[in-house]
C-alpha cells in the first residue's frame, strides 16, 4: 500500500444520496470527513444517467434532514404524501376489485413522507456539503482496498493514493468494494422481478395521494410529484416479472404509455410517459455483519430491499442517524465499541423489515386465483379494523415497537 498522504476523521466512500447525507451529518458535527466518489453526480433532470427515481422520504427521515441541515433546501421542491391509497386489481384485467385509504390524518397531524426526485436531491446534496467547511467531496476516485490498524484504518484509492481515518463508513452501494475488502459476506434473494422507474402526467390531479395497485407481477405505484408542464405528474415504479419488464422497456413511448394506463387499471386517468425509464433488478440483500474494525457499513452495503413501502433510503437514513448519535461527542468515531453499538442496534431491526418487506413483495405477487382472494380479504381485514390499520400505519412510518 501506498504510503497515506492525507487523514481525515471519517472517510465516506461513496457519494451517492446516503453517503452524501453522511458527510453532511459527519461535517456537520464538525469532523473532518472526506467524501470520495468513482463518478460525479448527475444533478440535472434530462442528463444523460440521471436518476429518475424519487425517493419518500418518512417522518424520521425529515426530521433527521431537518436536523443535519439538508431539510431547508429540499422542503420547496417536496411533495407531501397525506393519503396511501392500495388498490387490489388482480384478475382477468386490471380493474380496481377492491380500493383502500389510509389517511396520514388517522395517526397525527404530518402527511406520511415528501417526495422528491432523486437527481434534485444530489444536486441540493453537492451544494449542501460545498457549504460545509469541514467536508471534503472527491469525485472521480474510488475506494480499492482497506488495511485497519487498532487506532486508525488506511484506505487505497484507485488514483494509487492513500487516506487515513479513523473510521470508514461504507455507502458504496449493493456491490460494495470495501464489505468484500473486509471479507464480509451477504445473503441475498432474487424474485426474478425489475422495476420499472418513471414520471408520468395524467389529466386527473394527485391530491397528494400515492396509490398503489396490486396484481401479479409486483405492485405498480404512483406518487405524487409537483405539475410538470402545466399538469399534474406522478413517479412510478412499476414492478414485473423481468421478461415482461425488458418487453415494456423495448415499446416506444405512446406504446409504453398506454400499456401503463392499463396496468394502472385507470385510477388516475391516461398516463403520459414524460423523459426517460430505468430498469432496476430487485433484490433483498443483508451483509452478514454491519462493522469491522474502524469500518460501518451503511445503506445498501448493508441492506437492499425491493421498493416497497418507501423503506430503502429510510431504512439508510436510520444507519446514519444512529451512527451520528453515537459519534456526536465520542472521543473516537472508530472505537470498537461505539461500532457494536451500531451493530446492535441496526442489525435486528433491518432484518425484521427485510422480513415484512420480503413478505408483502411475495404476497404483492401471487399468481394463483385462491391466493389472489386471500391478498384481496386480507386487505380489507387491514383496512377494516381501526387499531390494526394505525398499527400498520404508523409501523411503515418507521415507528419503534
Ligand atoms: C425503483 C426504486 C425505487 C425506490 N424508491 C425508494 C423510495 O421511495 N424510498 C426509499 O427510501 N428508497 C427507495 N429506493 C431505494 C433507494 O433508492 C436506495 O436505497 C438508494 O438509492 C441507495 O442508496 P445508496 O447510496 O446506498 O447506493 P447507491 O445509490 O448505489 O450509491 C452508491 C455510490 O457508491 C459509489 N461507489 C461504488 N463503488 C465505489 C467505490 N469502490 N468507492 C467509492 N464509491 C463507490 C457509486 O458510484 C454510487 O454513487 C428505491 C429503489 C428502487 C430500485
Not at 453517503?19 to 458535527?29: I, Q, T, V
Not at 466518489?37 to 444533478?43: C, G, K, N, W, Y
Not at 460545498?130 to 476516485?141: E, I, K, S, Y
Request: net charge positive; proline share 7%; charged share 20%.
Amino acid at each position: 500500500m501506498t504510503e497515506a498522504r492525507e487523514s481525515y476523521d471519517i472517510v465516506v466512500a461513496g457519494g451517492g444520496i446516503a453517503g452524501m447525507a453522511a458527510a453532511a451529518a459527519f461535517g456537520g458535527l464538525g469532523l473532518r470527513t472526506l467524501c470520495i466518489d468513482p463518478e460525479a453526480p448527475v444533478t440535472d433532470r434530462d442528463a444523460a444517467g440521471a436518476d429518475l427515481r424519487t425517493t419518500a422520504f418518512l417522518q424520521p427521515s425529515r426530521d433527521f434532514l431537518d436536523r443535519i441541515g439538508l431539510w431547508p433546501r429540499l422542503a420547496p421542491h417536496a411533495s407531501a404524501l397525506q393519503v396511501m391509497r392500495i388498490v387490489d386489481a388482480g384478475g382477468p384485467t386490471p380493474s380496481p376489485r377492491t380500493i383502500r385509504d389510509f389517511d396520514a390524518a388517522e395517526i397525527g397531524s404530518l402527511p406520511f413522507g415528501w417526495n422528491l426526485p432523486n437527481w434534485l436531491l444530489r444536486r441540493e446534496f453537492v451544494a449542501a456539503l460545498a457549504d460545509l467547511p469541514a467536508v471534503t467531496h472527491r469525485c472521480g476516485v474510488a475506494a480499492s482496498g482497506l488495511l485497519s490498524r487498532t487506532g486508525a484504518a488506511q484506505l487505497r484509492l484507485s488514483d494509487g493514493s492513500g487516506v487515513e481515518a479513523r473510521l470508514v463508513v461504507a455507502a458504496d452501494g449493493r456491490n460494495s468494494t470495501l464489505r468484500r475488502a473486509a471479507g464480509i459476506g451477504v445473503s441475498t434473494a432474487r424474485y426474478a422481478q425489475k422495476a420499472l422507474a418513471f414520471a408520468v402526467t395524467h389529466p386527473e390531479p394527485h391530491r397528494n395521494v400515492s396509490t398503489e395497485v396490486h396484481r401479479s407481477g409486483g405492485p405498480f405505484t404512483l406518487v405524487p410529484l409537483p405539475d410538470r408542464d402545466g399538469l399534474p405528474c406522478s413517479a412510478v415504479v412499476w414492478m414485473e416479472h423481468g421478461p415482461e419488464a425488458e418487453r415494456l422497456m423495448a415499446l416506444d413511448p405512446a406504446a409504453f404509455s398506454a400499456a401503463a394506463t392499463h396496468r394502472s387499471g385507470g385510477v388516475q386517468g391516461p398516463l403520459t410517459l414524460t423523459g426517460g425509464r430505468r430498469l432496476w433488478p430487485i433484490i433483498s440483500q443483508v451483509a452478514h455483519r454491519f462493522t469491522a474494525e474502524r469500518l460501518a457499513l451503511v445503506a445498501e452495503a448493508a441492506h437492499v430491499v425491493p421498493p416497497i413501502g418507501a423503506q430503502g433510503l429510510n431504512m439508510s437514513l436510520a444507519d446514519i442517524r444512529t451512527l451520528t448519535d453515537l459519534i456526536d461527542g465520542a472521543a473516537d468515531p472508530g472505537a470498537p465499541t461505539l461500532l457494536d453499538a451500531y451493530a446492535r442496534a441496526r442489525r435486528a431491526e433491518v432484518l425484521t423489515r427485510i422480513a415484512g418487506i420480503d413478505l408483502l413483495n411475495r404476497a404483492s405477487m401471487l399468481e394463483p386465483r385462491p391466493l389472489r382472494d386471500l391478498r384481496r380479504a386480507g386487505l380489507t381485514v387491514l383496512s377494516g379494523v381501526a387499531p390494526l390499520r394505525r398499527g400498520l400505519m404508523r409501523l411503515g412510518l418507521g415507528a419503534r415497537g
